[in-house]
């Protein structure tokens, strides 16, 4: 079991910057890679960046150039950096720890946490 917590997320003006934040516990030894999605309202879950154990990195087009992903792995933690925001990267981030264990994969989720960016 891993659990994940976000932090960071709230209200920008178009052009801002946030930095979010995701702490992970429990068998976090396991974790192969994290990442974050975003969901808008009416629209589907969508990946947004991921990051593996070994620093390998994959961003959606949408965000490539603006978004950086991080990880610390002496503290479990995956960070998004977020510059030139955008009104259309509104939406609720969550971030996602992928496991294998038994060349089984194992996914899990936090809460979510609401970026607003106004224009």
């Known amino acids: 079991q891993v659990q994940l917590v976000e932090s960071g997320g709230g209200l920008v003006q178009a052009g801002g910057s946030l930095r979010l934040s995701c702490a992970a516990s429990?068998?976090?030894?396991?974790?192969?890679?994290m990442g974050w999605y975003r969901q808008a309202p009416g629209k589907q879950r969508e990946l947004v960046a991921t990051?593996?154990?070994?620093?390998?990195?994959n961003y959606a087009d949408s965000v490539k150039g603006r978004f950086t992903i991080s990880r610390d792995n002496a503290k479990n933690t995956v960070y998004l950096q977020m510059n030139s925001l955008k009104p259309e990267d509104t939406a609720v981030y969550y971030c996602?720890?992928?496991?294998?264990?038994?060349?089984?994969?194992?996914?899990?989720w936090g809460q979510g946490t609401q970026v607003t960016v106004s224009s």
């Open positions: 996602n720890a992928k496991l294998i264990i038994a060349l089984r994969e194992y996914y899990y």
């Open positions: 990051i593996t154990t070994s620093g390998s990195t």
């Open positions: 429990g068998s976090s030894f396991e974790i192969n890679a």
